[in-house]
């Protein structure tokens, strides 16, 4: 079955909250990418953390990796009613491996 | 930079007919992938290409799927013929040489067999 399965499969928040995801793999990765779908659109990168790293921020995203778990969580800090979108981890070995992902609905 | 464009954006067939979708990648981008997400469900590898090779198409269900890269640039999938599982929307992607590089996707291509 394919890696980087995303939990929650849904979520609702209100605007100004924080939003976590959580992502789990298989097998020994180079690194992990997270990625962000709006309806009707391809994927779009949001930030990669590599396997040697645990923790990474950019703007409002905070990312944190668990090797030993084979885990990763996205942080979404002062959510908007834009981040509403399906969210998706890509755990990296020789391919880019995605999952299910997380729909995200901020409420304004 | 122009991004990946995919064409057509919606295609809707008949069970048995075929359909050709067509992926133009990022210029310069020697990587070129393919995948599918069939609703609700994970976003599935189908094929990776390095320039016109075929690197890995461990991911392509089964000969009724043919994919191509002449000349290495744009792709095209075709699937010959359709089935009704065949339906779910079929993205591309594209990304640089350099290992793990990020992923470039276009919008996508739904394809609907009744």
């Known amino acids: 079955s394919q890696q980087g399965e995303e939990d929650p499969q849904a979520l609702s928040i209100q605007e100004g909250e924080n939003a976590t995801m959580n992502c789990s793999y298989k097998t020994s990765i180079n690194n992990l990418q997270w990625y962000r779908q709006n309806s009707g659109r391809g994927l779009v990168h949001l930030i990669l953390?590599?396997?040697?790293?645990r923790e990474k921020h950019s703007g409002r995203l905070r990312v944190t990796l668990d090797t030993s778990k084979k885990s990763s969580s996205l942080l979404i800090t002062a959510s908007r009613a834009a981040d509403t979108a399906s969210y998706f981890c890509?755990?990296?070995?020789?391919?880019?491996?995605f999952g299910t992902g997380t729909r995200l609905k901020v409420l304004a | 930079e122009a991004g990946v464009t995919q064409f057509p954006s919606h295609s809707v067939i008949e069970k048995g007919q075929t359909v050709t979708l067509r992926c133009d990648p990022i210029s310069g981008h020697d990587n070129l992938y393919w995948y599918r997400r069939v609703m609700g469900k994970e976003i599935k590898f189908l094929l990776h290409?390095?320039?016109?090779?075929?690197?890995?198409e461990s991911g392509m269900p089964n000969n009724r799927f043919l994919a191509e890269r002449t000349g290495g640039t744009y792709s095209t999938l075709k699937v010959q013929p359709a089935e009704l599982e065949d339906s779910g929307v079929y993205f591309c992607?594209?990304?640089?040489?350099?290992?793990?590089?990020?992923?470039?996707f276009g919008n996508g291509t739904r394809l609907t067999v009744t």
């Open positions: 290409f390095v320039k016109e090779s075929k690197q890995d």
């Open positions: 890509a755990a990296i070995t020789y391919k880019y491996i």
């Open positions: 992607a594209s990304s640089q040489v350099q290992a793990n590089s990020p992923l470039h």
């Open positions: 953390i590599r396997s040697n790293e």
